[in-house]
């Protein structure tokens, strides 16, 4: 079959495969991304970054300011897992991954949960259509923002606080772009916060979602976090795009990969809705050390992570493409390595553009 000519639509994607599976994963995505952009008429220019825990226990170095400034002139960044046993928890996880999402203001993590024929989790107990939901939760502040101190360190007088900072116009902002892409959807949005006890924040969220909602003719319901974490296991097609804080979202996430076929399958978009900078897609399922090099593992979360990342981009056919390519090797029994994998998702990618 011939493949159509590339037009002038053209994107730069900073990649930054990371450490342990990240490579492995990521490269597959790109094959995928390439094969469909060849096929759907548009070009992507890869710039390599060198960056993770290899690179820090290399180098010391963690998000070098040059390299940042390249990244913003970049479209997007397709990141693999940062991450390493000889790496002491925080480093990489506030000192690259939160100060990209501050930098960049990535004030939106979306986190798509989407059951799919083929895979474990709640496969059984819930009709496909009941788990089809998406997770929108606020990027850049509550618990996360790093307010909030330790004194009197190592004595018995140690207090340590964090504080969890909400401000009218993070909220409003997250809740409009849950309230835009539900209207989009199903038009329900469901807020998810814990308004009984934490009363301040939990009362500027509710306020906010309910002022936006309405003005997006959007159905706003509410449930407190841990009555979620119920409905979201027995009933979760009550759900269909939920809105909440960061740490709740943190939280919820997971919950609803593991009720999808684990965080191997779940993708994830940081995204700057206003496109002042790029975006940062990554699958969830971490670095992985001990399978890594293996071939083992699967690129099924970075391959959907770059599909929100193309339907970012603007291009919704080709991140349709690269979803229904994922669904359809899936259902047909998982490959047991990463190659098979890639040869899998190729062959189905040509079978669609056939189709």
């Avoid at 960056?51 to 940042?68: F, N, R, S």
């Avoid at 409003?172 to 807020?191: K, N, Q």
């Avoid at 003005?215 to 974490?229: E, F, I, K, S, W």
């Amino acid at each position: 079959m011939s493949e159509p000519n590339v037009s002038e639509r053209g994107y730069v994607v900073a990649h930054l495969p990371g450490d342990g599976i990240g490579p492995e994963v990521t490269a597959v995505a790109r094959q995928c991304v390439d094969a469909v952009a060849a096929r759907r008429g548009f070009s992507v220019e890869w710039r390599p970054v060198t960056l993770g825990a290899e690179h820090y226990l290399a180098t010391g170095e963690v998000l070098p300011d040059p390299v940042l400034d390249e990244l913003r002139k970049t479209d997007a960044v397709l990141l693999g897992a940062v991450g390493s046993p000889q790496v002491k928890p925080g480093v990489l996880e506030r000192g690259l991954l939160l100060r990209l999402r501050a930098e960049l203001d990535l004030y939106v993590n979306l986190r798509p949960s989407k059951l799919r024929a083929g895979v474990g989790g709640a496969v059984g107990k819930h009709q496909l259509s009941d788990l089809d939901l998406v997770i929108v939760r606020e990027n850049t502040e509550g618990l996360y923002a790093g307010a909030g101190g330790t004194v009197h360190k190592g004595t018995e007088f140690e207090s340590a606080t964090e504080e969890s900072l909400n401000t009218r116009a993070g909220v409003a902002r997250c809740v409009a772009y849950a309230a835009a892409l539900a209207a989009r959807r199903s038009g329900r949005l469901t807020l998810v916060h814990k308004t009984n006890v934490l009363t301040h924040a939990g009362d500027l969220w509710q306020r906010t979602a309910t002022e936006i909602a309405a003005q997006a003719g959007v159905t706003l319901d509410y449930a407190h976090v841990d009555a979620a974490c119920l409905y979201l296991v027995d009933d979760p097609g009550r759900f269909d795009v939920i809105v909440t804080d960061n740490l709740f979202g943190d939280i919820l996430s997971d919950l609803g990969a593991a009720l999808t076929g684990g965080l191997g399958l779940a993708p994830s978009g940081n995204l700057n809705p206003g496109r002042t900078g790029p975006s940062v897609f990554e699958p969830v399922h971490g670095s992985a050390p001990d399978i890594a090099g293996k071939g083992l593992a699967s690129p099924a979360g970075a391959v959907l992570s770059s599909a929100l990342m193309l339907d970012h981009l603007g291009e919704e056919q080709a991140g349709a493409d690269l979803d229904a390519a994922v669904s359809a090797v899936l259902a047909a029994g998982p490959p047991g390595t990463t190659a098979q994998w890639a040869q899998a998702l190729l062959a189905r990618l040509d079978q669609a553009v056939e189709a």
